[in-house]
């Protein structure tokens, strides 16, 4: 046993203050409040014998750690000796050896439990992650210990049970027992590190204005983070009024911190009932051992059976369904398994051929990762068509970057946010002069259809003309725009046509088109406003235009009194390999540039990029606002998807790869067929072979490469992979084509 006064004598000679000491409760170390000259209290710690010197050293470089990670989270500081030691070591009478340790007080008290405040659930979960996350990175030699009151140790107590003073509790605690024997390996796998593990309400101090600090490291250890997590709300519990309410606001206020695994959800439950079963053996054990100190090792038992008695009669999947619920994890999870029945459900309730499948056995997809695709069959595929995920399916970098502004705020634009600033100055930079200004949407289609509005509004004329089999969007105004999704017969009258170009077709010929688009406009009543086009006009089956026909195009539009738009949700962010947009490899300077698809790389985003007098023009006598358009979340994705193409160089890399995709198909067809496109861009035309480009395309998925059609009649073969292809990609493409062709 240490004595008081050996402890007064240590703490003036190796500290140099003079203290009056308070012995504390605790259960393993001695603690002693000591009061200096001047009032001044700090906390005089001396370890247990049993503990070495290399497991305190753990516990004050864990409260460094955390004093340098989350300066605001306040934890005892330690006060170092004359000599500048953090530690001295103490003989006792008895010859054992202590470790003692001088640190100081925070401010506050441990609450009184009967009267805890409504808002303390929320704010202890909120610490708790907060601790947790400033542990992160967190090691030390000594952390790989086990602590008889881990939860997922819980089984090793079983001696423990006949110890139980009631006997009518023994039997259905050997059966909770039964049921934690998979407990420690079910958390295998998931995040793990360095933890307090044991943040407690007797350990978290309250002050006038919320949780005041955090003490006590003594049971530092290496654990699973959702374990850690389960201490602390069974402390809650024990005392709670409404143990379902305050789990709620507990976890609510932890993830608002750090988002939490379903894996780790789906424990949380049977963690809890674990930690009660071992204060009770625990209790069980050692109260008999040490008479003097019952009232204290008896202290969690009540509350302990009052959380057993309520949830462990729950089944262990009930008890995770109620906790997936509480902690608001998504009841909705990846289909991974085969499920015959979508195709028919899919028909039913999505209206059937109004939105057709893909193939003509459809695929059911489950994940995707860079260039390939998975199905629920375990086949791998090649991604060849789609060019949303423009810098890959489910980049991480993305990724990240939506989750983590997910978890913080996502609001609508009438809001100052700097992430939807820094995308537009970022979009605008890369435009020519005079192309200034930026209008978020959600789609191409809006994109393109707010263009529209502003285009009749400043020029006061109500005619549009688009290539022949062009494809502009969904919405009224572009749907009339999309000449391909309907006959001739149905075209309105106040959209004109001109015919898509050859790669020979000049500034003569664009001339003519225009001119004889516009007076068909003028004959139903109609001037020109806005001119329209997709430079790599994709639908018409992806065509090489000359730099002169675009031009002519877009001064012979504005000779006739009409504006020009380049439309880049195809085209753009770097496909054509040449420049960020396909219009610039022609040298235009268009009155608007819309941009869609691949801006988030698959999260909705679309902007509208024009001039100033324009967008003022129109705001003279509209205005124009999308609730989601330019959130902060959509507009992180966009912004994370400019710096992959920067940081990974794939306006280049498109240029490259692409080159050697059309030179190995090129290499590979017949002379009648023509191989069009420019970068990662490619089509294949097989006109002169109808039907032979959908049935290359089944073949192609048979191969494991996924593609599309485009062009009269579908007999252009569609390949716009992902930006991130690379020659290994073309060379799996090039085996599978002509395994197809065969």
Not at 107 to 126: K, N
Not at 136 to 158: I, K
Not at 479 to 487: C, D, E, K, L, R
Not at 676 to 705: C, H, I, W
């Amino acid at each position: 046993m240490v004595d008081a006064s050996t402890l007064v004598e240590l703490v003036r000679a190796q500290y140099g203050i003079s203290v009056e000491l308070e012995l504390l409760r605790s259960e393993r170390d001695l603690n002693f409040l000591a009061v200096a000259e001047g009032g001044r209290q700090l906390v005089v710690k001396v370890s247990n014998s049993g503990d070495d010197l290399a497991q305190v050293e753990m516990e004050n470089a864990a409260m460094r750690q955390v004093a340098a990670v989350d300066p605001g989270l306040p934890v005892p500081q330690l006060i170092e000796t004359v000599n500048g030691s953090p530690v001295v070591e103490l003989t006792a009478a008895d010859g054992r050896v202590h470790q003692v340790r001088v640190i100081t007080v925070i401010p506050g008290e441990v609450g009184d439990l009967a009267v805890l405040p409504g808002w303390f659930a929320g704010e202890f979960g909120a610490v708790c992650a907060r601790l947790a996350k400033a542990m992160q990175g967190f090691g030390h030699p000594a952390a790989n210990r086990q602590l008889d009151w881990d939860p997922r140790l819980v089984t090793a107590l079983r001696p423990c049970v006949q110890a139980v003073p009631d006997p009518g509790r023994r039997a259905p605690l050997e059966r909770l027992l039964d049921r934690f024997d998979g407990l420690l390996e079910a958390t295998k796998g998931l995040p793990a590190f360095v933890l307090h593990g044991d943040v407690t309400l007797s350990n978290v101090l309250l002050g006038a204005d919320g949780i005041s600090g955090v003490i006590d490291f003594g049971d530092v250890h290496h654990t699973a983070r959702v374990a850690d997590l389960a201490i602390s709300l069974t402390s809650l519990l024990r005392e709670s009024a409404d143990p379902w309410r305050d789990a709620g606001r507990f976890l609510d206020g932890y993830q608002r911190n750090i988002p939490l695994e379903p894996e780790e959800v789906e424990l949380i439950g049977e963690l809890v009932l674990a930690r009660c079963a071992a204060s009770v053996l625990i209790s069980a054990w050692r109260a008999p051992l040490y008479p003097d100190n019952e009232e204290y090792l008896t202290s969690l038992v009540a509350g302990s059976w009052q959380v057993l008695d309520l949830w462990a009669e729950l089944p262990a999947e009930v008890l995770a369904g109620k906790f997936h619920r509480l902690a608001g994890t998504s009841r909705v999870r990846s289909a991974q398994q085969a499920d015959a029945t979508l195709a028919e459900r899919r028909s039913t309730a999505l209206g059937g051929d109004l939105s057709p499948l893909f193939y003509r056995e459809p695929l059911q997809v489950v994940k995707a990762v860079g260039p390939w695709v998975y199905t629920a069959d375990g086949q791998r595929y090649l991604d060849a068509y789609n060019n949303v995920p423009v810098v890959g399916h489910a980049h991480p970098a993305v990724v990240q970057a939506i989750s983590r502004q997910a978890a913080v705020l996502n609001i609508n634009s009438r809001y100052l946010h700097p992430n939807a600033i820094e995308l537009a100055e970022r979009l605008t930079a890369t435009m020519p002069d005079g192309l200034d200004t930026c209008v978020f949407v959600n789609s191409g289609s809006e994109a393109n259809d707010l263009a529209w509005r502003m285009a009749k509004l400043v020029t006061g004329r109500s005619g549009a003309v688009m290539a022949d089999l062009a494809y502009h969007g969904v919405s009224d105004a572009t749907a009339a725009w999309s000449t391909n999704t309907y006959p001739p017969s149905e075209r309105p009258e106040h959209v004109a046509i001109f015919e898509a170009p050859t790669g020979t077709d000049g500034r003569d010929t664009a001339v003519y088109e225009v001119r004889t688009a516009a007076a068909e406009l003028r004959a139903h009543g109609h001037d020109l406003a806005l001119l329209a086009v997709d430079s790599v006009f994709s639908s018409a089956g992806i065509l090489t235009p000359s730099g002169e026909f675009m031009r002519g195009l877009q001064d012979e539009a504005r000779a006739e009194g009409g504006l020009f738009l380049a439309d880049e949700v195809q085209a753009g962010f770097g496909r054509g390999g040449r420049n960020l947009w396909r219009f610039s490899d022609f040298g235009l300077t268009p009155d608007f540039v819309t941009l869609g698809k691949p801006m988030g790389n698959g999260h909705p985003i679309a902007a509208l990029i024009t001039r100033r007098e324009l967008a003022e023009q129109f705001a003279e006598v509209d205005e124009f606002f999308s609730t989601f358009a330019g959130n902060p979340v959509s507009c992180v994705a966009a912004l994370t998807v400019l710096d992959v193409i920067e940081q990974t160089g794939l306006v280049a890399r498109s240029g490259a790869v692409g080159a050697q995709l059309a030179a190995g198909i090129a290499a590979l067809v017949p002379a009648d067929v023509q191989v069009r496109g420019q970068g990662l861009m490619v089509g294949v035309d097989f006109s002169t072979k109808p039907g032979t480009a959908n049935a290359t395309a089944e073949r192609l998925r048979e191969y494991g490469v996924l593609v599309g059609t485009t062009g009269p009649g579908g007999d252009v073969l569609k390949v716009r992979p992902p930006l991130i292809w690379e020659t290994e990609h073309v060379d799996c493409f090039l085996v599978a084509f002509r395994k197809a062709l065969a």
